[in-house]
């Protein structure tokens, strides 16, 4: 089974995470999406298997959420997309993919209906 989790080290959450699907004897790919943020198709394809909207992946805590405009009610998902893949901090962590699924480890057992 591929897994793959996109991970930032500094977040306790991801770390948990990870460390999460290593003590199940899962070694993931890991990615640092703030170095290596996913593409559009990508982000796109990671919000269908999450069953979710661009706005719903979104930190709306970070300082680049309200900087942005990004709360206005009129932005098309495109627009928030876009956003999400300029500033990849907004993006909710960690995302784990896994048997065509995907799940946000918030909490980091979440992850575990997955695999």
């Known amino acids: ?16 995470t990870l460390e999460l699907l290593r003590s ?5 790919d ?4 703030l170095k290596t943020p996913p593409g559009k198709s990508e ?6 298997l999450l069953g979710m909207g661009p706005r719903e992946l979104m930190r709306k805590k970070e300082t680049k959420y309200k900087a942005n405009g990004l709360d206005g009610a009129g932005l098309s998902d495109d627009q928030l997309l876009d956003a999400l893949i300029e ?5 909710e962590r960690p995302i784990v993919l896994a048997n065509g ?3 946000i480890g918030r909490p ?3 992850v575990l209906d997955i695999i």
């Open 1 to 16: 089974m591929t897994v793959t989790i996109y991970h930032n080290p500094r977040c306790s959450k991801s770390r948990q």
């Open 24 to 28: 199940r004897g899962l070694e993931p």
């Open 30 to 33: 890991i990615v640092e999406y």
């Open 43 to 48: 982000l796109s394809g990671i919000l269908a």
């Open 87 to 91: 500033h990849p901090v907004l993006i």
């Open 101 to 103: 699924k995907a799940a």
């Open 108 to 110: 980091p057992e979440t």
